[in-house]
């Protein structure tokens, strides 16, 4: 059975960082280009960065550009977020999917706060 675990979550203070890590199992990661999103209770999720499916080619929302940095391990069967200079903003549960095609995981909470 499908399934993705994100994990890698906490509270941090503004500026520091965080690396966010995706298993998925039920499934092989390698044939899907990869995405982070995240979402705030009561909104909806936003993309956050993709991943093509052979770890090359790399896009990220405006708003954490520069910042983010999508990575994967498709021996593994991992996709991972490093998080650096982080901002209240980036505040939020985040999640990994392929495009949203599937079942959601429980996400991992991300808290910025001084």
């Known amino acids: 059975q499908l399934q993705l675990v994100e994990s890698g979550g906490g509270l941090v203070q503004p500026g520091q960082s965080l690396t966010l890590s995706c298993a998925a199992s039920?499934?092989?990661?390698?044939?899907?280009?990869m995405s982070w999103y995240r979402r705030t209770s009561g909104k909806e999720r936003e993309w956050v960065a993709t991943?093509?499916?052979?770890?090359?080619?790399?896009v990220y929302a405006d708003s954490v550009k520069g910042r983010f940095t999508i990575s994967r391990d498709n021996d593994k069967n991992m996709v991972y977020l490093q998080m650096r200079k982080l901002k209240p903003e980036d505040t939020d549960v985040y999640y990994c999917?392929?495009?949203?095609?599937?079942?959601w995981g429980q996400g991992t909470q991300v808290t910025v706060s001084a």
């Open positions: 991943i093509e499916r052979s770890g090359g080619g790399r």
């Open positions: 039920g499934v092989a990661l390698s044939i899907y280009d």
């Open positions: 999917n392929a495009d949203r095609r599937w079942p």
